[in-house]
T-cell receptor
Framework: NAGVTQTPKFRVLKTGQSMTLLCAQD?????MYWYRQDPGMGLRLIHY???????AKGEVPDGYNVSRLKKQNFLLGLESAAPSQTSVYFC????????????FGEGSRLTVL | AQSVTQLGSHVSVSEGALVLLRCNYS??????LFWYVQYPNQGLQLLLK??????LVKGINGFEAEFKKSETSFHLTKPSAHMSDAAEYFC???????????????FGQGTTLQVKP
């Protein structure tokens, strides 16, 4: 049972470079989310999607873009990486009709030099 | 707007001692409340959840939490700590079900639990 899979798990970028994080879930979940985790700040929502073809901004969306072209995939893009985007990124998903539980991937650690 | 405050970024207990991790929330609508655990270099795993049924919720690994509306609290407890409980714990809140509910979770800052032998 794969659940929620994130790739890559580790990446080092230089300032100004671009990259895409891929999240794939095999549970047929409608909702998907991208969070970032920083020490002492918990997890903060970047963007989310309530269905294929839809996206919405979360708490800290600046500097990120997302796409949900397929129901099972949710991509997070950094067009021009900045050191402030050094973080651990988590993808999560859930069904529409449940009591709010999110299922998380194992995280992607990104370092921007 | 919803928010979560976890009191104490670090909690240290001896093995076998009571574990108490504090969480207070703010929500203008009936909330759903969650505790997640994160072991080093891993994702978040659900410990337990409150979804407006019983106010005392039992979770995995011997943890439980009590929803107290009057105190807007959802503290996590375990009677006897084990070395394997050392991890980071997150409290989270979301809006309860209904049309327009996007299921977003708002997380607290996290509490690192250290268990001493």
């Amino acid at each position: 049972n794969a659940g929620v899979t994130q790739t890559p798990k580790f990446r080092v970028l230089k300032t100004g470079q671009s990259m895409t994080l891929l999240c794939a879930q095999d549970m047929n979940h409608e909702y998907m989310y991208w969070y970032r985790q920083d020490p002492g700040m918990g997890l903060r929502l970047i963007h989310y999607s309530v269905g294929e073809g839809t996206t919405a901004k979360g708490e800290v969306p600046d500097g990120y873009n997302v796409s949900r072209l397929k129901k099972q995939n949710f991509l997070l893009g950094l067009e021009s990486a900045a050191p402030s985007q050094t973080s651990v990124y988590f993808c999560a998903s859930r069904f529409v009709r449940n009591t709010g539980e999110l299922f998380f991937g194992e995280g992607s650690r990104l370092t921007v030099l | 707007a919803q928010s979560v405050t976890q009191l104490g970024s670090h909690v240290s207990v001896s093995e076998g001692a009571l574990v108490l991790l504090r969480c207070n929330y703010s929500s203008s609508v009936p909330p759903y409340l969650f505790w997640y655990v994160q072991y080093p270099n891993q994702g978040l795993q659900l410990l337990l959840k409150y979804t407006s049924a019983a106010t005392l919720v039992k979770g995995i690994n011997g943890f439980e939490a009590e929803f107290k509306k009057s105190e807007t609290s959802f503290h996590l407890t375990k009677p006897s700590a084990h070395m394997s409980d050392a991890a980071e714990y997150f409290c989270a809140v979301s809006e309860s079900g209904g049309s327009g509910n996007t299921g977003k979770l708002i997380f607290g800052q996290g509490t690192t639990l250290q268990v001493k032998p």
